[in-house]
């Protein structure tokens, strides 16, 4: 597609529910970002992949969070039983390069509301 | 860790005016730092970049030097204009002293520009 696509855009869940949050990267970008952006904050860095990798997950809060991109397009982050202090704006970014470059590409977010 | 601060906002201008965007960084190794832009509604965007000390990074009228002696990387534009308003991230790409780069950025609060006609 023409940017990343991120679905679904806004989620209300109840306290204990399992969510789970689909981006859709550039095609044929290597590399996939997730991010965390509470109200009012910059976003904080959750994971990363390189292709179906996951080379990077320091960032992610718990082990409710689980990230996978198992054939290195599509990812998915799942949180498991969701706490109120879940709720946030949660980004996907992309970048066409295995390397580094810092230049990421990323989609409007999907926004959880965790009641 | 690394971290990045930026001015405190939000900031209010009329249309013409000058802006200056504070921010700092601490970082090990040699960083390379950003300024993304998110307008409302749309998703982050690269504004510039720089990647070594005394670099200036440029686009769309916005400017920031890179300066490792203050630690610092302002975001400037001589004269604002209303399509401007939106929030405006610093950011930093962290190395390690063997010049290996990390694959996460660490970004600021962000800073809030709202432009008055």
């Known amino acids: 597609g023409a940017g990343v696509s991120q679905s679904p855009r806004y989620k209300v869940a109840k306290r204990g529910q399992d969510v789970a949050l689909r981006c859709d990267p550039i095609s044929g970008h290597v590399s996939l970002f997730w991010y965390q952006q509470a109200l009012g904050q910059g976003p904080e860095f959750l994971t990363y992949f390189q292709n179906e990798a996951q080379l990077d997950k320091s960032g992610l809060p718990s082990d409710r969070f689980f990230a996978e991109r198992p054939e290195g397009s599509v990812s998915t982050l799942k949180i498991q039983r969701t706490q109120q202090e879940d709720s946030a704006v949660y980004l996907c970014?992309?970048?066409?390069?295995?390397?580094?470059?810092?230049?990421?590409?990323f989609g409007e977010g999907s926004r959880l509301t965790v009641l | 860790g690394d971290s990045v601060t930026q001015m405190e906002g939000p900031v209010t201008l009329s249309e013409e005016a000058f802006l200056t965007i504070n921010c700092t960084y601490t970082?090990?190794?040699?960083?390379?730092l950003f300024w993304y832009v998110q307008y409302p509604g749309e998703g982050l965007q690269l504004l510039l970049k720089a990647t070594k000390a005394d670099d200036k990074g440029s686009n769309k009228g916005f400017e920031a030097t890179y300066r490792k002696e203050t630690t610092s990387f302002h975001l400037e534009k001589g004269s604002v204009q209303v399509s401007d308003s939106a929030v405006y991230f610093c950011a930093l790409k962290g190395t390690d002293a063997g010049g290996t780069s990390y694959g996460k950025l660490t970004f600021g609060q962000g800073t809030i520009l709202t432009v008055h006609p």
């Open positions: 970082a090990t190794g040699y960083p390379s």
């Open positions: 970014a992309s970048s066409l390069e295995g390397g580094f470059t810092g230049e990421l590409f």
